[in-house]
DNA sequence: CACCCTTGCGTTCATTCTGTTCACCGGCGT
DNA sequence: ACGCCGGTGAACAGAATGAACGCAAGGGTG
């Protein structure tokens, strides 16, 4: 079993992620604070292997608390859990030695992925004996930031993905393209172009508006948000 | 170009680190430091990016460095070079925040896989833009904790991947090859080509692209980088 | 206002390649 | 001799694409 402690401020998010936690096999809430004292408190006093640290606590950063527990020579494994998109942010995550940095707001299926890499990497590192050789160590490494399957719906394909945002990215204008004209960008058809874009305005990347204007059905044109 | 320096007491490793560091595009060896206090002076006055670090110091173990600079705010990215195989020691270098953990003696070709996977970290990171999304930020972590390819995985054969490579770089034009081409040419099936195409990959020697145009499900292409 | 004309949308479905499984084969150690 | 293990390819299920097509949604015209 692994012991988790979840950091969280907000006292309704802090139940959903110890319930989402609680959930997933082999894994074991110990207790939820709700500041970075209370978690430091908690941390003196109950046995903890991981931390679900949310960045964002009243009387201290998240990255702070981490600074500190590493000071203390506190070697517990840290995730951060938070809505702050900042890329300083996460370079000093990776610096403090954390496991994971997972924007909120997040699926289940993706929190779970998080947590079950965190515990390949656990039981691979255990199972390597004392004095582990070098594939062995890479492997818990790989295990630990192994690649997440955000499992796209069926038909479609990460590498198309990709290349339909780069289009979109290199777009320049305020003016949006059809799915015709990013079809034709990206080397692919409109109805190939069009999925994608579906996809991406089903999951909020994208907006659709239509176009007036000539003669004809209006073009929906599909900008970045 | 990343700045490294190098801590090492043994003066003879120390160079060779330093030497190989600098046979690697990239990257430039900006100081060596022998002892912990030494390099702590140097990271007050010289930028450095990442820290090649040996764990047996004689003044302080490395781990102790790695937990003082992170205590003083120093979130420079380390990488420990040492000849103990000694799990609660990588567990504690994990923790706080190590990139990889390399023991001695190791062959010039892991040593460079290690460094270049950092730098794929790095520009993975550094090009996502200053709020990066979630499949970025787990890109950046993949390709941090990534690949190991000194020791070939099972179901490969280092014979069977030189003639890969010997295709790929009969290659002439900018077109990829498809695994079926790759397979024809080296006078073996789809699925071995792939096999060991999909390896590269992994490791990040080739790049996989989608190949639209006729009707049909779109081919994947390989190419060199 | 009713009608037609134009143009792109949204969907279906044949097509082609992918990714995986599993039986085979050859070599090596017991 | 025998079994085992590492590497290969035939066969297969299904995944991703684009051609084709009917319909939707505007503008233009009387």
């Known amino acids: 079993m692994i ?3 979840v950091v969280e401020d907000e006292p309704l998010i802090a139940e959903a992620h110890a319930a989402f936690t609680a959930r997933i096999e082999g894994f074991e809430v110990m207790s939820v604070a709700h500041t970075a004292q209370q978690a430091m408190a908690t941390l003196r006093t109950v046995p903890v292997d991981l931390i679900l640290l949310d960045l964002n606590l009243p009387d201290m ?3 702070e608390l981490a600074r500190a ?7 517990t494994d840290v995730l951060v859990v938070t809505s702050a998109r900042d890329l300083a942010a996460v370079r000093s995550a990776v610096s403090l030695g954390v496991t994971h940095y997972l924007l909120k707001p997040f699926t289940f299926a993706t929190f779970r992925e998080k947590l079950l890499g965190y515990a390949r990497y656990r ?20 295990a630990l930031r192994g690649s ?8 479609l394909d990460q590498k198309t993905l990709d290349l339909v945002l780069a289009v ?8 949006g393209l059809s799915a015709a004209e990013v079809g034709a960008r990206m080397g692919a058809s409109r109805v190939t172009a069009r999925r994608y874009l579906e996809h991406l305005a089903e999951t909020g990347q994208v907006v659709r508006s239509p176009r007036y204007g000539g003669p004809g059905r209006p073009e929906v044109e599909y900008r970045r948000v």
Chains 1, 2 share one sequence.
């Open 123 to 142: 039981s691979q590192l255990l199972g390597a004996g004392q004095a582990p050789a070098q594939h062995e160590i890479d492997r818990a490494f790989a």
């Open 168 to 175: 979109l990215r290199t777009d320049l204008g305020p003016a």
């Open 148 to 155: 997440s399957p955000d499992s796209l719906p069926k038909g």
């Open 69 to 75: 527990l590493r000071s203390a020579g506190i070697g």
């Open 61 to 63: 950063n998240g990255l």
């Open 3 to 5: 012991r988790v402690l």
